[in-house]
T-cell receptor
Framework: IAGITQAPTSQILAAGRRMTLRCTQD?????MYWYRQDLGLGLRLIHY???????GKGEVPDGYSVSRANTDDFPLTLASAVPSQTSVYFC???????????FGPGTRLTVL | AQSVTQPDIHITVSEGASLELRCNYS??????LFWYVQSPGQGLQLLLK??????LVQGIKGFEAEFKRSQSSFNLRKPSVHWSDAAEYFC????????????FGAGTRLFVKA
């Protein structure tokens, strides 16, 4: 693994289903982030983590949860997916919150 | 409240022509400033950043940006655009507000015509 990876690449999901998007980084970065990207809205922060064991809410956290059990992994869970959660999801990491963010390739999620 | 504005949703330039993408922010102090580029189907990649010091910063791929405190701007420039520069460009500011957060602009999509 080099950098930051996300899985799956894409997913079609029925409304009401539970889904976890995976994110792993091998750069030993302290901070990690989840964004969603929607046309015309840019990137909106869903949740973030300053360091392992801590998480915080971003701009659009409703319907999403995260955990940060260790430095490398930062999964994003949709407990009960809704069509408005159709989006492209990006995970990112940075050495500290103030530093450059490094982005994964994204997960395209469609909720029907 | 803090905000980032990229006034141009999309811009079209001819290959070889110069480029300037605008970014304005609203914040009471000097923020951390970033420009990222996103090629189709990919994640974002840093072009350049400004934290302090010389207000003209050089980045990758021949890009530069100038911080102008009086105008609350951080415009991105390139003297001669290549077809491979076609992408979406995001300005971002990092601010301290009950902790540090990074705010992204809505993006400017660049089209390059032959």
């Amino acid at each position: 693994i080099a950098g930051i990876t996300q899985a799956p690449t894409s997913q079609i999901l029925a409304a009401g289903r539970r889904m976890t998007l995976r994110c792993t980084q091998d750069m030993r970065h302290n901070a990690m982030y989840w964004y969603r990207q929607d046309l015309g809205l840019g990137l909106r922060l869903i949740h973030y983590s300053n360091t392992a064991g801590t998480t915080g809410k971003g701009e659009v956290p409703d319907g999403y949860s995260v955990s940060r059990a260790n430095t490398d992994d930062f999964p994003l869970t949709l407990a009960s997916a809704v069509p408005s959660q159709t989006s492209v999801y990006f995970c990112a990491s940075s050495p500290r919150m103030e530093d450059t963010q490094y982005f994964g390739p994204g997960t395209r999620l469609t909720v029907l | 409240a803090q905000s980032v504005t990229q006034p141009d949703i999309h811009i079209t330039v001819s290959e070889g022509a110069s480029l300037e993408l605008r970014c304005n922010y609203s914040y009471g102090a000097t923020p951390y400033l970033f420009w990222y580029v996103q090629s189709p189907g990919q994640g974002l990649q840093l072009l350049l950043k400004y934290f302090s010091g010389d207000t003209l910063v050089q980045g990758i791929k021949g890009f530069e940006a100038e911080f102008k405190r009086s105008q609350s701007s951080f415009n991105l420039r390139k003297p001669s655009v290549h077809w491979s520069d076609a992408a979406e460009y995001f300005c971002a500011v990092g601010v301290y507000t009950g902790g540090f957060k990074t705010i992204f602009g809505a993006g400017t999509r660049l089209f390059v015509k032959a």
